[in-house]
């Protein structure tokens, strides 16, 4: 997927401007940047949900304008913050859902409905929860279930707008995990928004660094944060060091 | 199983309920008399049965139903358990407009329930647009649909005062009144209903997805504004059309569709039928209530309804209007 000169604007004021991008296929790109920074204006356009006011966004190739709706839905899947649903449905009727595309208006299931539901039950663990309600679930489960219902769509692209925030982070890593574990078994292409840094660090390939509705960077992650840009874009100051048993480099702030 | 026989249950009731309304009133009437008043066309007591309380009880089981599922689709397009026909202003405008087709054209009756459901869009339109803001909250639905509705009662009142000579009983069927129908008004409401019956259970799917919030219905490859439009349309047809040969019925459409939640949950696919047979039950049984409490004075069913229905409307405020969703 790529965006070619795009602007967005809420109000008066162009918010994004004349912006590049692309995210590469079978890869966790992370989009991070300080609140308002433009990360989820942009994982919104990307999936549809706002219109660019000039500039295209392209989806293999073809304008994302030009897809239909449900079209859409069986390329791109997202998973929101927060959702909310009637209380008394059950996790298996949830993902269910996630088979909506693939439905005509007559009839309600699909040649491949029973085995998609279980893969999705079984990739997020929920197998055991099936007949449970949402309202009985804690919330690292409820992200879950709305995670198994994207899945369901059976997209090659997976976004998830801070799928981990009003998590504990026992949930947080759990997510992140099982979104790792999509990435390599599964190969999807990841697109999400996080707010932590060593998370960002941890779980993804590529990052876009975003500031001011502009990208300060776009393109690998360890070459993305560095000492010098996390003062640039969020104004602290910090250390980046390398730990040994995650084979991977963090970030600690430094109190001023 | 349990929502099976929630089903055959509430069937049954109506079943009752039906023979229960023909047979009281006052004239007493028995079974045997009831069952011949179907096959022949006697007088006396059979023709009693046969003219006047059977198109009455008729008229309830479709007007109750309508607006039952009206108050489902009102209740699902925008995410509010207090959205109603009556509360939102919408019978309001179908009352207006058929009171001021009855007074100007008073010759097209067969179509007065299409005016109705244009009475009912207009009022619907108003409260969209007052309620409009970046989208629409549940909170400021309900306070456009009350201000929507006074204005348009006020109206109403202010025909039926104005030319209370020309309007003979107008008073009765503005408070929502079952009674002195005849066959053929219950076959033309036959005929909407069963139009607007056919028009709601399609659209249980899209009801089910704008329960998961716009942006997941979207998602999920869903155009959420245009089946708003369309179940929109679809409520208000419903209730305009009822409204059009029964009155203003407040709170049917409140009452049944919170208590089809609590005993089915959150499925449309079985709370829209559901919903239809527990409201024809309700109204049947607050329609008879009416007309035998008091007798020899006989309460219209909508004052009965407002009496039954406006505590119950209070209790679901005080509970914090969640029941919807969260």
Partial sequence: ?256 | MKKISAFVIVSVLLVIGIIFSISVGSVNIPLQDIISALFTKETGSVGIIRNIRIPRVVMGVLVGANLSVAGVLLQGVMRNPLADPGITGISSGASVVVMLIMLYFPNNSHMIPFYGFLGGMAACLMIYSLAWKKGITAVRIILAGVAVNAILGGVSSMISILNSESLAGVLNWMNGNLGKKSWNEVKVMVIYTGVGLILAMPLAKSCNLLALGDKNAKSLGMNPNLQRILISIVAVFLAGVSTAYAGVIGFVGLVVPHVARLLMGSDHKILLPFSAILGSFVLVLADTLGRTVTAPYEIPVGVIMSVLGGPFFLYLLRKGGDSYGS
């Fill in chain 1, 1 to 256: 997927m790529e965006a070619k000169q795009l602007t967005f604007r809420y109000g008066m004021n162009p918010f994004i401007q004349n912006l590049d991008t692309h995210i590469e296929k079978e890869r966790i790109t992370t989009i991070i940047g300080p609140n308002g920074s433009g990360k989820s204006t942009l994982l919104n356009l990307f999936v549809n949900q706002l219109k660019p006011e000039n500039g295209s966004i392209l989806l293999e190739g073809k304008e994302l304008s030009s897809y239909k709706q449900k079209k859409l839905a069986e390329k791109i899947a997202i998973v929101y913050q927060q959702n909310s649903a009637p209380g008394d449905i059950t996790v298996d009727r949830l993902i269910r859902y996630g088979r909506t595309p693939y439905q005509s208006f007559f009839s309600s299931k699909d040649e491949d409905e029973e085995q998609v539901i279980d893969w999705a039950l079984s990739v997020t663990n929920l197998t055991e929860l099936q007949t449970k309600k949402l309202s009985e679930l804690s919330g690292g489960e409820r992200q879950r279930a709305w995670i198994a219902m994207a899945l369901a769509q059976k997209t090659e692209i997976l976004f998830l707008d801070e799928p981990t925030t009003y998590l504990d982070i026992y949930y947080q890593y759990e997510i992140l995990n099982l979104i790792r574990e999509l990435n390599h078994n599964f190969k999807m292409t990841i697109v999400m928004v996080l707010h932590d840094i060593n998370q960002a660090l941890q779980f993804s390939d590529n990052v876009i660094i975003m500031k001011k509705g502009r990208i300060v960077f776009d393109g690998s992650v360890r070459e993305g944060i560095t000492e010098h840009r996390i003062e640039e874009v969020y104004g602290i100051k910090s250390i980046i060091q390398w730990c040994e048993q995650n084979k991977c480099p963090y970030m600690i702030p430094l109190a001023t």
